[in-house]
């Protein structure tokens, strides 16, 4: 049995893994890791997040405009997921005024800190998607 903290042991484990698979970890940030992470098309959400589960409950787009609206409540925590969020959005047929709805309506309920913030970064992605 050692000193060591376990807690300390598992980060040093978790940090020896990443440097393993040659990830250059002082570059390495959560914007980097959103461009990772690839667009599903608009089937695919539809058929793991819309009726493909329920076919007749909510659609994929409606199930991310409400995602949306939770991760606006939690402010500057969630950029990236906005980001994402939003880039789904945009391909599951949300048009820029959904998007901007949804953002605002949780302004009642977040705060305008924080529905400002989203907006920001939902325009990033829609002014991103205009250039390309």
């Known amino acids: 049995m050692t000193d060591q903290n376990p807690f300390d042991a598992m980060m040093k484990m978790g940090q020896d893994w990443a440097k393993s698979m040659n990830i250059d970890m002082n570059a390495f940030t959560p914007k980097g890791f959103e461009a990772m992470w690839p667009t599903m098309s608009k089937e695919t959400m539809e058929m793991f997040f819309g009726n493909g589960i329920n076919p007749a409950g909510l659609d994929a787009k409606t199930r991310l405009l409400l ?55 939902a325009n990033e992605v829609l002014e991103k998607d205009e250039k390309e």
């Open 67 to 121: 995602t949306l609206a939770g991760l606006t409540v939690l402010g500057a925590q969630a950029e990236a997921q906005i980001r994402l969020t939003v880039r789904h959005l945009v391909e599951a047929g949300a048009t820029k005024q959904e998007i901007a709805e949804a953002i605002a309506q949780m302004g009642l309920f977040a705060g305008l800190p924080a529905m400002t913030k989203a907006m920001e970064l």
